[in-house]
């Protein structure tokens, strides 16, 4: 045990390099999937052509059956190595999740206070943003704090193409025989994984006690 605090004071410049590495890819492709998914999900909500919303969905769907590894070697030859194709890989699977909780989320608001708020004069856009999406807070909130958890995990495969992150401490213990190395990654992936889970928890909460209002009016 004296050893591994050893070898964590002296190598902790690398971890924390590592760290920073790993948390600035996932939250990269996280913001950039929920930037993307909950517009998304709330144009498929209002669309009227269902058909359409079946070929998002199964696209989406396709993606996330896709394996990371072949994923990322499809990327290589497009994008070549680096941090560029690690997130739009990780991005790519960020959008199911958030796009399925969003839509479901939309979806499950009482038609009856949408219809008392059209009839208090509501616009669409006022009863998306001040209505539906508050009460849709925790739908989403659910499904980018699962998807960040996700995210952070498959991030370690991001050092297979030079992106860096906790991946290269697991990779490179591996190829020198280091367990401390290995442990030191996979730990710093699953720390990281609890606490942004948690700040994202209280996110929610914020963000749901900043806009209740809309909870209010269902009352």
Avoid at 12 to 31: E, K
Avoid at 55 to 82: E, H, W
């Amino acid at each position: 045990m004296l050893a591994y605090f050893d070898f964590l004071q002296e190598r902790y410049s690398d971890i924390l390099n590592a760290l920073g590495q790993h948390l600035a890819i996932s939250l990269t492709a996280i913001v950039l999937g929920t930037i993307i998914a909950v517009p998304l999900g709330i144009t498929l909500v209002y669309n009227q052509i269902r058909w359409v919303n079946s070929i998002v969905f199964f696209a989406a769907n396709l993606l996330q059956t896709v394996p990371s590894l072949a994923l990322l070697a499809v990327l290589i030859p497009l994008m070549g190595i680096g941090t560029k194709p690690a997130v739009l890989a990780l991005l790519l699977y960020t959008i199911m999740p958030i796009l399925r909780n969003t839509y479901d989320g939309f979806e499950s608001v009482d038609r009856n206070v949408l219809e008392s708020a059209r009839g208090m004069g509501y616009g669409t856009m006022q009863r998306v943003l001040l209505i539906q999406l508050p009460l849709s807070l925790p739908y989403i909130m659910s499904g980018v704090r699962v998807t960040m958890v996700y995210i952070i995990s498959w991030a370690t495969l991001a050092t297979l193409i030079g992106a860096g992150g906790l991946g290269q401490l697991i990779v490179s213990g591996m190829a020198v025989n280091k367990p401390e190395l290995i442990i030191t990654g996979a730990l710093g992936s699953i720390l990281l994984a609890l606490i942004v889970d948690l700040l994202l928890g209280i996110l929610e909460r914020w963000l749901t006690g900043r806009f209740g209002g809309a909870k209010r009016m269902t009352i």
